[in-house]
């Protein structure tokens, strides 16, 4: 994570904890709220924010601790990195729609150049770009994007009309 979206982090974790002290100094009525806030970003680590993107020799698997995503290498037309710079360029301006500020960015980025953009990022810079085919593109943060992206061109490779 970048140190932006780590301090962002730690104030959003500070809130349900906030909540239960305030409740067991006399206030009983944020405790329920504390323990909502506590379930709701359990519910966005487990649902929303990604732990691996593993690249394979048939496809991309996006790895979350409850579910699995898979994109066919055939299904996408590229895979770059960009730079803050080049994707302001690429989507003009943005809206998330979604997760935001604990751990990253996840959900829906709604741009006024692409529409609406797959959005997976926990940094504020070295992005992956994901054109697909027929549908919308990908915005990831990998651990290593440079040699994330060097692993899914050589493993589309060997895909006629894969990534380039």
């Known amino acids: 994570m970048s140190a932006a979206i ?3 982090t730690m104030i959003v974790l500070a809130v349900p904890a906030i909540f239960l002290v305030i409740a067991a100094r006399g206030r009983e009525i944020l405790a329920t709220p504390g323990l909502l806030v506590i379930a709701l970003y359990m519910w966005i680590w487990l ?5 691996e993107f593993v690249v394979g020799p048939q496809a991309l698997e996006i790895v979350w ?3 699995r995503r898979v994109i066919l290498h055939s299904d996408m037309a590229s895979a770059r990195m960009v730079d803050r710079r080049e994707l302001r360029a ?13 751990w990253g ?3 829906w980025l709604w741009t006024s150049r692409r529409g609406i953009v797959q959005m997976y990022i926990s940094r504020t810079n070295d992005f992956v770009w994901i054109e697909r085919k027929g549908t919308r593109p990908w915005l990831i943060t990998p651990e290593r994007p440079h ?16 990534v380039s």
């Open 105 to 107: 960015a996840f959900g």
């Open 47 to 51: 649902r929303f924010r990604p732990t």
């Open 6 to 8: 780590v301090v962002l």
């Open 65 to 67: 601790p409850l579910k």
């Open 147 to 162: 040699d994330f992206v060097q692993a899914l061109a050589a493993a589309a490779s060997h895909h006629a009309g894969g």
């Open 90 to 102: 690429l989507i003009g301006w943005g809206m998330r729609v979604g997760v935001g500020g604990l």
